[in-house]
Each structure stands twice: as structure tokens, then as C-alpha cells.
């Protein structure tokens, strides 16, 4: 993929109410250090509670569990419209996440029952099809990617059959997903048009012609006595597009790379495959692989230093489920964990709304796979490279099968 438009990136700067002994070479996009090791190379910072980094305009990043949690749980000071780094151009707004209380509060209101338990569960048969079907077309072969086999398809049938799609699309979303998320400059801008002209089509044509899928009830659905419009139903359906695929995808190729490493954990779970769901709790917990950005409204000190209307600020989820303070023994991944403590899906007002969707998905992976493939490692000579950003992942894992 190219990032074309690179070269405009800000120049690194040091604001002057930053100290010097705080700033860090810090790039969670593009440097070949950090991709190598993420989750690794975020521990390095545990000697400040707090550093900055100058990249993209220069942000904050604390460090302690418990400050994250508080700015999770403060978006009057730390908003999230709009938070990414670097900002999105051309894009629609991803509602809720980009509005903050109380416009977020009835928007996601508006939208949640659509991933309540209940409503998940009514989902299952649907995906396990789905995924047996990959995991079957998986087990006749001496080797696979496990990213373009099964990480990606899986979500992205599932987001598809939701939207009423036809699978011939899918490469397409795929496409405009690994752009979204993880190229710069014009290639994210030129697919952040793209997107956003095919889901006002898809929405002008669900208006015109309902039928039983996602965006035809969020058509449907009222907030304050009123029906959602159709640009509102666009952001919301980008918001579902962004996050639904490559955080499934993300969560699955982490899991699957620790575990083609890991025997005794692999042959835990081919011991018992129904026991998947504990083991995705654990696994979110050991790879928390997003990072959100928030803005700053107001002048605070926060975190043992002050911080600036303006400035940015990078909550890293990692940093709080490995932190020695939420979990005994947090170094190491361990399936009879009795409840994990992570932030793998956020904290706060803003806390993922598709956890649920998005915690059976993955446990329906492990639990089929393992079933029908017990055996399988990482191929011989395999280089594994990273995406950064917003959601960390893997771009291939080559799995030899058997």
C-alpha cells in the first residue's frame, strides 16, 4: 500500500508548556521500532507516568492505568470530536464515537439495542455458518495466510450480510478498510470520499426500498421523537464499517500468531474448544491493540503536568490491561485467569459498542478452528509486519497447517 501525501505530514514540534525531559521519539503510525514490537515498546514508557511526542503535531501519552481510565471517563476535558491522529479529511463523522455527552448519549442510545446480548445471540447461527465455512475451506490445504483466509473474511461477511451486500464487494470493503485505517495522507482521504459515496447510495437506496438489515432499521429508529436522517445513518454505517471489520480482524490475527507459537496454549484450547470465549478474554487482555486520541477543551493539569486547550492526548489500551496494577502475573497470558482485567474495548461513555458482536465472533474462531486444526505454527522464515495506528494488527501470518 502506498501513503501517498506523506510528505505534508506536521513537522515535528515541542510545545512551550512541554518539558523537554518528557518528550519520546514516538510514532505509533510509521515507525519501523515500534511496529516491530508494539506492545513491547509501549512498556518502555512506565518510567514516566506521562511523555510527548512530537509526531503529527505532538500529543501526550500517559501511562498509568488509572490516569487512562480517568480520561476515558472525563470526555469534557478529554473530547473525542474529532480524536483522530492525524485528523480525518473528507470522512463523515463516525456517530457516536465522534460526538461527546449528551449528543453521544441518545445517538448511541438510538443504536445499541441493535448489539445488545440478546440480539448478538440471535446472531450466532449465522456466524458460526460462516466460519465453518472458512475453517473447512482452511483444512484442506498444507498452509494458508491466516489474515487474507479467515482474519478478514470473517468479519467482513458478516458486516456484508448485515448490510444486505453481495460478497462479490467484499474485496473492495477490504480494500477501503487497510486504507482507512492504516494509509496516509491521499490514499486515506481519496478512500474517506469513496466511502462515504457508496454508503449515501446504500442509504438512499434502503430509504427508498427497506429491507431486513442494519441500515434499514437505524432508517427506522427515532431520536428525540425523530427519525435518524440519512447523513446521520451514513456515519453511523461508517462507524460500523471502520470498527466491525478490523477490530475482529486485529483481535484474531494476535491471537493466532501468539498461538501457532505456543503449544501448550494451542493444546489447551484443541482440548477444549468451548472454553474459547475465557481464552479471548485473556488474549484481548495480553494484545489491547488500540490506541484512541482524544482533544483537550480546557487548560488542566492532568497526570502531574499541564496540559493545553488544543493539545492531543494518545490512550494507549495496551498500557492499561498489561499495567502490574489490574492483573497478578500480568506479563504473561494464562487461559484459568479468573477474570482479566483489560481495556481492550475501551473505557467510559465511549466504550465500544460492538463488544458484544465482537467477543463472539472471535470465541466462534477459536472455538471452530480448533476443532478441525489443532496443529499449525508460523511458517518457516516468515517475516511479521505490522499496521500501526489507531488499531494495531497483523498484515499477514503464513500458518503451515498440520
Known amino acids: 500500500m502506498s501513503y501517498a501525501g506523506a510528505a ?3 513537522e515535528p514540534v515541542r510545545p512551550d508548556h512541554v518539558p523537554v525531559e518528557l518528550l519520546r521519539d514516538f510514532d505509533h503510525h510509521t515507525d519501523p521500532e515500534f511496529l516491530a514490537e508494539p506492545f513491547e515498546y509501549l512498556e518502555r514508557f512506565r518510567d514516566q507516568r506521562v511523555i510527548f511526542s512530537t509526531a503529527w503535531g505532538g500529543f501526550w501519552v500517559p501511562t498509568r492505568a488509572e490516569d487512562i481510565r480517568e480520561a476515558y471517563q472525563r ?17 463523515p463523522p463516525m456517530i457516536p464515537e465522534e460526538l461527546d455527552p449528551p449528543d453521544h448519549t441518545k445517538y ?11 440480539r448478538v445471540k440471535e446472531l450466532e447461527d449465522g456466524i458460526r455458518k460462516l466460519a465453518a465455512e472458512l475453517v473447512d475451506e482452511a483444512s484442506g490445504k498444507d ?4 489474515v487474507d483466509d479467515f482474519a478478514v473474511p470473517l468479519p467482513t461477511r458478516i458486516f456484508m450480510a448485515r ?11 477490504v480494500e477501503w478498510n487497510n486504507t482507512l485505517l492504516h494509509a496516509l495522507g491521499e490514499d486515506k482521504q481519496r478512500a474517506n470520499h469513496e466511502v462515504g459515496d457508496f454508503l449515501r447510495k446504500l442509504v438512499a437506496e434502503r430509504a427508498a426500498n427497506p429491507q431486513d438489515d442494519w441500515i434499514s432499521e ?15 445513518v451514513v456515519g453511523i454505517t461508517f462507524l460500523f464499517f471502520l470498527a466491525g471489520l478490523e477490530t475482529v480482524t486485529a483481535g484474531t490475527t494476535f491471537a493466532f500468531n501468539f498461538l501457532a507459537r505456543s503449544p501448550e496454549h ?25 490506541n484512541i486520541a482524544r482533544r483537550v477543551t480546557q487548560d488542566v493539569h492532568f497526570a502531574g503536568v499541564d496540559m493545553r486547550a488544543g493539545d492531543r492526548i494518545l490512550l494507549c489500551n495496551s498500557l492499561v490491561s498489561r499495567s502490574p496494577s489490574e492483573n497478578d502475573r500480568h506479563d504473561v497470558v494464562d487461559f484459568d485467569r479468573a477474570a482479566p482485567r483489560h481495556s481492550a474495548f475501551g473505557m467510559g461513555p465511549h466504550r465500544c459498542l460492538g463488544s458484544h458482536l465482537a467477543r463472539l465472533e472471535l470465541g466462534i474462531a477459536l472455538e471452530l478452528w480448533h476443532k478441525k486444526i489443532p496443529e499449525y505454527t508460523v511458517a518457516d522464515g516468515a517475516v511479521i509486519d505490522m499496521w500501526g495506528g489507531t488499531n494495531m494488527a497483523i498484515k499477514h501470518l503464513p500458518l503451515k497447517l498440520g
Open 163 to 173: 448490510l444486505g451486500l453481495p460478497l462479490e464487494n467484499a474485496d473492495l470493503f
Open 108 to 118: 448511541r442510545r438510538a443504536v445499541s439495542g441493535m448489539f445488545s446480548p440478546r
Open 218 to 232: 437505524m432508517l427506522a429508529t427515532e431520536v428525540d421523537g425523530v427519525p435518524l436522517d440519512p447523513d446521520t
Open 8 to 10: 505534508a505530514l506536521p
Open 75 to 91: 470526555p469534557d476535558v478529554f473530547s473525542n470530536y474529532p480524536g483522530g491522529l492525524p485528523v480525518r479529511e473528507g470522512a
Open 266 to 290: 494451542r493444546a489447551k484450547l484443541a482440548a477444549d474448544p468451548e472454553s474459547a470465549p475465557k481464552a479471548v478474554e485473556e488474549l484481548l487482555r495480553y494484545f489491547s491493540f488500540t
Open 143 to 146: 498452509s494458508i495466510d491466516l
